[in-house]
């Protein structure tokens, strides 16, 4: 299956939160992982703005960018392309919805045409909401 990793996963991974683990596992076993290039911009700009903020140490934060570099060049990442934002620009089922949790899920709808089966991996309750009005499966099956 592949595995569609949004943000909101990545960060509870890379940060060790509540379901880190059980995301990492998946992502690890699945056959093939993609994102959009938000993907990394968000996570990247979190860990930045946690060192910022003193949340993280630097040396932590070094960390847990090297751990997401060493991930992402075994990713499939989607550009956020004419065709995406367009998508991103229309209606979702379930709005209001942000800007960037709106770019993920075109990012997804676009990516469902030709890869097919695709599991949105999302911590993000709009992002989640979304998805199963779209028929999309979801891991983590619950969030915390």
Same mark, same amino acid.
């Given at each position: 299956?592949?595995a569609?990793?949004? /943000? /909101?996963?990545v960060?509870?991974?890379?940060? @060790?939160?509540?379901?880190?683990?059980e995301?990492?596992?998946?992502?690890?076993?699945?056959?093939?992982v993609?994102c959009?290039r938000? !993907?990394?911009i968000?996570?990247? *700009?979190?860990?930045?703005?946690?060192?910022?903020?003193r949340?993280?140490? @630097?040396?932590? @934060?070094?960390?847990?960018?090297? !751990?997401l570099?060493r @991930?992402?060049? !075994?990713?499939?990442?989607l550009?956020?392309?004419?065709?995406?934002?367009l998508?991103?620009?229309?209606?979702f089922p379930?709005e209001?919805?942000? =800007?960037?949790?709106?770019?993920?899920?075109?990012s997804?709808?676009?990516?469902?045409?030709?890869?097919?089966d695709l599991?949105?991996?999302? =911590?993000?309750? *709009?992002?989640? =909401?979304n998805?199963?009005?779209?028929?999309?499966?979801l891991?983590p099956?619950e969030t915390s």
């Amino acid at each position: 299956m592949t595995a569609y990793v949004e /943000s /909101s996963a990545v960060l509870r991974w890379l940060l @060790a939160e509540q379901q880190g683990e059980e995301i990492r596992a998946f992502l690890a076993g699945a056959s093939k992982v993609v994102c959009s290039r938000l !993907t990394l911009i968000e996570t990247r *700009r979190v860990v930045r703005r946690a060192e910022r903020d003193r949340r993280l140490m @630097a040396t932590e @934060a070094v960390a847990v960018l090297a !751990t997401l570099s060493r @991930a992402a060049v !075994t990713w499939a990442v989607l550009e956020i392309s004419a065709e995406v934002a367009l998508r991103a620009e229309s209606g979702f089922p379930a709005e209001p919805i942000r =800007t960037l949790d709106a770019i993920h899920l075109a990012s997804v709808l676009v990516l469902r045409q030709s890869l097919g089966d695709l599991v949105v991996v999302s =911590t993000d309750d *709009r992002v989640r =909401t979304n998805a199963v009005h779209l028929g999309l499966p979801l891991l983590p099956a619950e969030t915390s």
